[in-house]
T-cell receptor
Framework: AQSVTQLDSQVPVFEEAPVELRCNYS??????LFWYVQYPNQGLQLLLK??????LVKGINGFEAEFNKSQTSFHLRKPSVHISDTAEYFC???????????FGTGTRLLVSP | NAGVMQNPRHLVRRRGQEARLRCSPV?????VYWYRQLPEEGLKFMVY????????ESGMPKERFSAEFPKEGPSILRIQQVVRGDSAAYFC???????????????FGPGTRLTVL
């Protein structure tokens, strides 16, 4: 069975500072990896995904993530955050050939001026 | 292009009543998924459907919950005899047809927030 761990429930950061949101997964088979963002009272929006190929994945809004197979991690990074990045961020995994997503518990990013 | 539509956005029910949540997928998508988000938790998979077929219902509670995706019309998640513990946000997602095991992006709707009094 797969699982996703997001160790940081909340990450406070100042505007224009860099940020890294951590995600580790466990699975006995190959997986696809995703980061979604959820703004208050809204649905989830896909930030980026890793299916295969280059381990550095670029997404929308200046975010990127790096897949590290040996460490089973898929950390999300942004070099300079904006107030508008304040939201909940979810890491998710799906096994190849299966469609359901397994989500982590989320990390709340709080950007202050 | 219309995204995934869910209605109602907010639903209030008293204990013992039925709740019906509707999901219209992105036009052309034939795969629908339902997830539940309890307060302060991540999303948990409930069920995966294709037109007229349930593909994976491993996340559905054994009783009171059912889902369908008919040939015509939206997908429906039905909760009978609701209890307070059913209070949550229910999200629907859709994806286009898949071939060769390729994972297609799931597009999420805005969710239905169910409150059971």
């Amino acid at each position: 069975a797969q699982s996703v761990t997001q160790l940081d429930s909340q990450v406070p950061v100042f505007e224009e500072a860099p940020v890294e949101l951590r995600c580790n997964y466990s699975s006995s088979v190959s997986v696809y990896l995703f980061w979604y963002v959820q703004y208050p009272n809204q649905g989830l929006q896909l930030l980026l995904k890793y299916l295969s190929g280059s381990t550095l994945v670029k997404g929308i809004n200046g975010f990127e993530a790096e897949f590290n197979k040996s460490q089973t991690s898929f950390h999300l990074r942004k070099p300079s955050v904006h107030i508008s990045d304040t939201a909940e961020y979810f890491c998710a995994v799906s096994e190849l050939g299966f469609q359901k997503l397994v989500f982590g518990t989320g990390t709340r990013l709080l950007v202050s001026p | 292009n219309a995204g995934v539509m869910q209605n109602p956005r907010h639903l209030v029910r008293r204990r013992g009543q039925e709740a019906r949540l509707r999901c219209s997928p992105v036009k052309g998508h034939s795969h629908v998924y339902w997830y539940r988000q309890l307060p302060e938790e991540g999303l948990k998979f409930m069920v995966y459907l294709q037109k007229e077929n349930i593909i994976d219902e491993s996340g559905m509670p054994k009783e009171r919950f059912s889902a369908e995706f008919p040939k015509e019309g939206p997908s429906i998640l039905r909760i009978q005899q609701v209890v307070r513990g059913d209070s949550a946000a229910y999200f629907c997602a859709s994806s286009p047809s898949i071939f060769g095991g390729t994972a297609d992006t799931q597009y999420f709707g805005p969710g239905t927030r169910l409150t059971v009094l």
